[in-house]
């Protein structure tokens, strides 16, 4: 990934910031959005965790899936020759936030156009409203003009509208929040534990000056409030930020909650505790009753055998001898 240096005095105003504007929360110097999606950043700020973020997070998977298609359709469209392209010209006007034609009927000689039944199926998953999961959300003159003119033609420039306006919900909301959450290395339950103990500290704080000035106890004792004051302040800079000291001393890092999901270890304790039951046939049954008649001592080491044995015999003899005394 993109590598930059932060000096102390030169981003000191940015990294203020950071810790109490959102806006300026997820900024990291010299990333941008382009870095992720060409997959050039490592984990935690990979193009897997992004997609992930986008599907279990935000919910806005269809997205990325619609950014990388429009990239691929633009691509293999400025391929054709261009007696194919000449099929289907671009738009005859641009889009204006003004706009508010309704989709006219595809005619019959559109069907000859280049890619149509790509674009026919790409208007029923992305602009459907009624009968798709992964309808784009979109404002209402861009998804018109969408329409509109992809009745009339294939060409890329008619979903350029709604390709910007996605791109720029990406950038501007879903890669500054994802980024805030990358850089975390505890989960949300602990973020809402490191507030809770810190408002509990500034709570002690009025409790021990009250009960030191009322008790006529000694000065001393009211050291106590540095310490709440500092857990305080430390508190709730790490509840923030959603940054551990600890776990970062240590190298761990929770797993994000979007990425639990995916996570092999769940999935195999979420098939465990299943409400679901294998049915089995019967004779399955009655040999999973049955103990297991195998063999110890084909597992047993030889010297294992051998000692227990020795020790089986020793007792043996130890128990005959007092049973005659006796």
């Given amino acids: 990934g993109p590598n930059y240096r932060y000096s102390f005095f030169k981003d000191f105003t940015v990294s203020f910031k950071r810790w109490f504007y959102k806006g300026n929360q997820t900024e990291l110097k010299g990333l941008e959005l382009e870095h992720v999606l060409r997959g050039i950043t490592k984990q935690p700020i990979s193009l897997y965790e992004f997609k992930s973020y986008l599907q279990n997070k935000e919910h806005t998977g269809e997205n990325l899936e619609f950014y990388y298609w429009y990239k691929d359709y633009k691509e293999r469209f400025e391929s054709l020759p261009d007696n194919k392209k000449a099929k289907s010209p671009p738009p005859s006007q641009c889009y204006t936030p003004e706009f508010d034609k309704e989709r006219k009927e595809m005619r019959e000689k559109n069907g000859y156009q280049p890619f149509r039944e790509e674009v026919e199926a790409t208007l029923k998953t992305f602009f459907n409203k009624t009968d798709s999961f992964k309808t784009l959300y979109l404002d209402p003159a861009v998804l018109k003009y969408t329409l509109y003119y992809a009745a009339e033609t294939t060409h890329p420039d008619v979903f350029e509208a709604a390709y910007e306006q996605t791109y720029r919900f990406m950038k501007n909301t879903s890669f500054k929040n994802f980024i805030h959450t990358g850089v975390q290395n505890v989960r949300y339950g602990v973020v809402v534990a490191y507030l809770t103990m810190a408002f509990l500290h500034l709570a002690l ?80 049954i009655e040999s999973n009753q049955k103990p297991d008649a195998t063999n110890i001592t084909r597992v047993l080491d030889k010297e294992v055998i051998k000692y227990g044995r020795v020790t089986t015999a020793v007792t043996a003899l130890v128990v005959g001898i007092t049973t005659e005394k006796s």
């Fill in 205 to 284: 704080v009025p409790m021990i000056l009250f009960n030191t000035y009322t008790l006529h106890m000694s000065r001393w004792s009211r050291m106590v409030v540095f310490s709440l004051m500092f857990g305080f302040v430390s508190m709730l800079l790490c509840g923030r930020t959603g940054f551990c000291g600890l776990r970062c001393l240590m190298k761990k890092r929770q797993i994000p909650d979007h990425l639990l999901k995916n996570h092999p270890g769940r999935k195999d304790k979420k098939s465990k505790s299943s409400n679901q039951v294998d049915i089995k046939k019967p004779s399955d």
